[in-house]
């Protein structure tokens, strides 16, 4: 690490001591080119790859899945089954990756944690009185450590958006801050709900945001509201993980979530990565897709690809 990067590391992690800091250097970042946005992710999404390389992007893909179930009904079996098939995707094929995560909500942690233990997946678990974020900084602190005593080694909080939007920053950064140090160990995912930030301006200010805060990883969506990930999104935020590591020598993931569904639309999502920030994050260390019915397509189109058969969509466990 260089002098320079050294300093600025310094200088950005002095941000957080006040209101007008922070709103003077998020406001002080460029603003997005919407048009040029929209138009460069279109354009990486026409890119296609075939065979080998295609196979290889699948399997990716599939280790990157971090398989969700984040409802009402959920129920110990229920989240046990999803942890099994997290393992053994393709249970007629050994061959097949294990995904990169299972995440749940923090009352199924342990039945997903007696599944998992030991094997290498990692157990995420949403906090932070998700899907909303709106309740007490105490109460969303303790959820958040019952989660990580349960088994998580990965924490999906949710910032508030009112009080982003409010311009309310320095409580948005102190409560990330205060929820990286609940998380202990565990690696903290900072979701931004992008869908209700209304702008790419807002969605880089809150990606840096929670990265100047400590997040190790920056998320697109809780997948509850009716935008969530978009290819434009998720460019922006690549964009602001790659200008941060520069700025300050440490590495952010990115985890799009909500929307993507089809093994087409995970290996856009790839090539964005490779053509904005390099393959440095081509990793499950580095990127994640939050998903539940990704999972199956990218199965089946595997399938297609090892046995020339494209078994129907009934052949996989619904999620």
Same mark, same amino acid.
């Given at each position: 690490m260089t002098a320079?990067?050294?300093?600025?590391?310094? !200088?950005?992690?002095?941000? /957080?001591?006040?209101?007008t800091a922070l709103r003077t250097f998020l406001h002080g970042l460029p603003g997005v080119d919407q048009v040029g946005a929209e138009q460069r992710a279109a354009q990486l999404g026409t890119r296609s790859i075939k065979t080998t390389a295609k196979a290889q992007a699948i399997d990716l893909a599939i280790r990157m899945v971090d398989l969700?179930?984040?409802?009402?009904? !959920?129920?110990? /079996?229920? &989240?046990?089954?999803?942890?099994?098939?997290?393992?053994?995707? $393709?249970?007629? $094929?050994?061959?097949?990756?294990?995904?990169?995560?299972?995440?749940?909500?923090?009352?199924?942690?342990?039945?997903?944690?007696?599944?998992?233990?030991?094997s290498g997946v990692h157990l995420a678990s949403v906090a932070t009185a998700f899907p909303s974020g709106q309740a007490p900084l105490e109460v969303k602190l303790a959820?958040?450590?019952?989660? &990580?005593?349960?088994?998580? !080694?990965?924490?999906?909080? &949710?910032?508030?958006?009112?009080?982003?939007?409010? /311009?309310?920053?320095?409580?948005?950064? !102190?409560?990330?801050?205060?929820?990286?140090e609940a998380s202990g160990d565990a690696h903290l995912k900072v979701i931004l709900e992008t869908g209700e930030l209304a702008t790419y301006d807002n969605v880089r200010r809150a990606s840096w945001l929670a990265m100047l805060a400590g997040g190790d990883f920056i998320k697109t969506s809780t997948g509850k509201v009716p935008v969530a990930a978009t290819p434009p999104v998720t460019l922006v935020?690549?964009?602001?993980?790659? $200008?941060f590591r520069a700025a300050t020598g440490r590495q952010v993931g990115v985890k799009p979530a909500g929307g993507i569904r089809t093994t087409k639309d995970a290996i856009k999502y790839l090539v964005?990565?490779?053509?904005?920030? /390099?393959? $440095?994050?081509?990793?499950?260390?580095?990127?994640?897709f939050g998903a539940s019915s990704l999972l199956n397509d990218l199965l089946m189109q595997r399938t297609k690809l090892t046995t020339g058969v494209y078994s129907g969509p009934d052949y996989f466990t619904l999620d």
């Open positions: 320079t990067t050294t300093s600025a590391r310094s !200088d950005l992690s002095e941000l /957080g001591r006040s209101e969700t179930t984040l409802e009402g009904a !959920d129920t110990p /079996g229920k &989240v046990r089954a999803l942890a099994a098939k997290a393992l053994r995707p $393709d249970p007629a $094929d050994p061959s097949c990756p294990h995904v990169g995560a299972v995440c749940v909500y923090p009352t199924m942690v342990p039945h997903v944690a007696e599944v998992l233990r030991g959820d958040t450590r019952a989660a &990580v005593e349960a088994g998580a !080694d990965e924490i999906d909080m &949710v910032i508030n958006r009112g009080a982003f939007l409010a /311009g309310r920053y320095k409580e948005v950064y !102190d409560e990330i801050v205060a929820t990286k935020m690549l964009e602001a993980v790659r $200008d964005m990565i490779n053509e904005t920030v /390099g393959a $440095d994050w081509l990793d499950p260390d580095w990127f994640r």
